[in-house]
């Protein structure tokens, strides 16, 4: 079993913290749902069609440290795993019209309690306000029970509510915003429960010009450090200044928002935001003008922010994003298929926005996505991490976890009768080819819990053990490799080869290859010492997703039909237009058109490629005859016979095929049968034929007909 060397791993009460796992399950919409787990022959992420729920917006799910769906919400319904209403799971104060109308925040310290924060909508204006519900998910045989409900937080709502993580890494902010106002209320959640005071930060303008400005969303970017807000203007863009967003320092040690930037853009409307996994790009959804845009956040000036976008066509309107546990965003619209950013911290058209990607089908979204802690890119460095730093001896260095309120106290045991009370011990194991499991006991002295963490190491003997990933970009021959060995960086060597000529010892090296093919990629780990090494090779396949229809252009009568299809195995296909098509959305389906037609095909695999072609159809109507002007005949299944082609009102009595010479090349009298480019077995030179067409019409008339085409090699 390969396992990597570098650990983050933080437990705090016993209970694993694998923040991105909690957000594996998503249920939205019209019952619909996604799931982030991986699953033998499903792509990632692939649809749920077992959810209950129906909400235009308000949604929220949450998921144990393993990915498997505990419940999730609406505001107003809580549903358990089994998607049956949770004991006491009805009537929650929260409002399904609500932008952000549900967020759950597992309760720090606790592996049973989850706490439900819900805020009510435009509809009802806003008279519920902030309110929480207590989750206890140990109850009805684990299957959960709303123990508290609707506990008053705030009075004064907006449709705006979000979450974000302390900078300590284990407590949690609730970031509440008052109506018709530029307050802000952080409420701090710890493993005492939650905090009865708010921190107030009041910044930037006044949302007080209508009541829809009191919709809208609210995103904390996942390091911590920034904080976007949209509303929505009035309709009548006569009443209100032109539209904008806000940005505003988030200090997510104190919970203080400062530092209000207005990021103006005329009249555009935008509804929902959302960020980059490294938090350096900003997505808006401009809704009703069916745009999609990315803005740098992370640049000093507003100015020089709103004049970094680049702006993406939406074909339909996008209503809201959310950053997935894939480090994907996801376009929510009222569609049984999600838009996908596929590398969202990429500037402009290289962070592969596809507009149609994410199949959700048989249920559909409406327009809001689940809200989520967006905690993929935060790296709060608890737990402990260890580095061997000699394998052949070894000797681990570990290093315990930074950022907890003081005074500390250190509990190790290394699994071998030994043990160290300071933070960051050096450890020799002997003999150090056995397996070892480390265990670490945190206790604060100001700070209410235990954080506990373990692990089981190898750290001699045959711990160098080279395993490597790659991503391939489509159709740009980028390819970045993921080193997955078994190794300690201070002692061990990467060298790579690409199979290419091209050589690097970078440990997640990036490589772009100048011609599509088939390469065998090495990766050799050699330790400072000498005394192990491994390597592993991998054969790498870049290629383009070129898509190629077939037949490209096809000649029938008016009746006949025809066969399509594409040599790309996809995951997803769509022809158009669907007219005269048996299923427009397979891999090949059966055309029968009535008139000549252009049909275009549309292909995206598992990876967000995409590619297109096209097929041409020429129909032969009742009394039409018609001989092509040339044909290829290199048996590639495009235009390879020579054939004449005529409506049901004709009888084939013959067709003869000559050279330049007279010398008759072909002949037949059975109708669809083509002339290959052969005579008696050899191929014949490319140049102009003539044909004599002979066929009998429906009266019995004999019409007889001649022409010349030309034979391409």
């Not at 745009?291 to 740098?296: A, G, P, R, S």
């Not at 070129?546 to 296909?573: K, R």
Request: charged share 15%; aromatic share 10%.
């Amino acid at each position: 079993m390969r396992k990597s060397l570098i650990i983050l791993l933080m437990l705090l009460g016993n209970r694993v913290m694998l923040i991105a796992q909690q957000n594996n399950n998503w249920y939205f919409g019209a019952k619909a749902g996604l799931s982030f787990n991986r699953t033998a022959n499903q792509p990632v992420p692939y649809a749920l069609s077992d959810g209950a729920m129906i909400s235009d917006e308000s949604c929220a799910a949450i998921s144990d440290s393993a990915g498997r769906l505990l419940f999730y919400t609406n505001g107003v319904t809580v549903y358990n795993k089994l998607h049956q209403v949770m004991q006491n799971g009805n009537n929650l104060n929260g409002n399904e019209s609500a932008c952000q109308g549900a967020v759950i925040v597992p309760m720090p310290g606790s592996d049973s309690l989850y706490y439900i924060f819900t805020t009510d909508a435009i509809e009802n204006s806003f008279q519920r306000g902030y309110n929480y519900s207590v989750v206890d998910i140990s109850r009805d045989n684990g299957n959960g029970e709303v123990v508290i409900k609707n506990s008053l937080l705030w009075s004064s709502c907006t449709e705006r509510l979000t979450a974000a993580r302390h900078a300590n890494g284990i407590d949690v902010w609730i970031i509440t915003n008052d109506n018709n106002s530029d307050i802000f209320r952080a409420w701090l959640l710890t493993c005492n429960g939650l905090q009865p005071n708010a921190v107030v930060s009041q910044a930037g303008v006044v949302l007080n010009q209508h009541i829809v400005t009191n919709t809208g969303y609210m995103k904390v970017s996942p390091d911590g450090t920034q904080l976007c807000q949209t509303h929505l203007p009035l309709y009548d863009p006569d009443e209100i200044n032109p539209n904008f967003i806000q940005l505003f320092d988030f200090n997510n040690n104190t919970g203080q928002i400062t530092n209000a930037r207005t990021i103006a853009f005329g009249s555009a409307m935008y509804v929902s935001c959302e960020y980059s996994p490294d938090s350096r790009m900003l997505y808006l959804t401009r809704t009703y003008e069916r745009k999609l845009d990315q803005l740098e956040a992370k640049l000093i000036n507003p100015v020089a922010i709103g004049n970094s976008t680049v702006t993406f066509s939406t074909t339909d309107p996008v209503f809201s994003l959310q950053l997935g546990p894939d480090e994907k965003i996801y376009a929510f619209k009222p569609d049984d298929v999600l838009g996908t950013i596929n590398y969202p911290n990429e500037k402009g058209i290289a962070c592969g926005y596809v507009h149609e990607q994410t199949s959700i089908a048989p249920w559909f979204s409406r327009y809001a996505s689940p809200s989520c802690m967006n905690d993929v890119a935060y790296d709060p460095n608890n737990g402990f991490s260890f580095t061997i730093i000699d394998s052949c001896a070894g000797t681990v260095q570990f290093n315990g976890l930074t950022g907890l309120p003081g005074p500390l106290t250190w509990e190790w045991d290394f699994g071998d009768g030994n043990t160290s009370s300071i933070q960051d011990p050096i450890h020799t194991f002997n003999p150090p080819n056995r397996v070892y499991e480390v265990k670490l006991k945190i206790t604060s002295l100001s700070h209410c819990g235990i954080i506990r963490s373990k692990r089981t190491i190898k750290p001699g003997g045959a711990i160098i053990n080279a395993d490597f990933d790659f991503v391939i970009r489509c159709d740009s021959g980028y390819v970045r490799f993921i080193n997955k060995s078994v190794f300690a960086p201070n002692e061990a060597v990467c060298l790579w080869d690409f199979g290419d000529g091209n050589t690097t010892a970078a440990v997640n090296p990036v490589h772009t290859y100048a011609t599509e093919g088939i390469y065998n990629v090495k990766l050799k780990l050699i330790t400072g010492t000498n005394c192990l090494d491994d390597s592993l090779v991998l054969q790498v396949d870049v290629k383009s997703f070129n898509v190629n229809v077939t037949p490209a252009v096809q000649t029938i009568v008016v009746g006949q039909p025809v066969f399509l299809s594409t040599d790309e195995p996809a995951f997803a296909y769509q022809w158009s237009p669907g007219k005269w098509l048996s299923d427009s959305s397979t891999r090949s389906p059966v055309a029968t058109p009535l008139d000549d037609i252009v049909y275009r095909l549309r292909a995206s695999n598992n990876e967000g490629c995409t590619g297109e072609d096209s097929v041409i159809i020429n129909v032969i109507q009742y009394n039409d005859i018609y001989v092509p002007t040339a044909f290829t005949p290199d048996n590639n299944g495009r235009n390879d016979l020579l054939r004449p082609h005529f409506g049901v009102k004709y009888e084939l009595k013959d067709f003869s095929v000559f050279n330049r010479w007279g010398n008759l090349v072909f002949n037949t009298k059975q109708r669809g049968i083509g002339w290959d480019g052969r005579y008696k077995g050899s191929l014949q030179e490319p140049g102009v034929y003539v044909w004599l067409l002979k066929v009998r019409d429906t009266d019995g008339k004999i019409i007889e007909k001649k022409g010349s085409f030309v034979l391409i090699r």
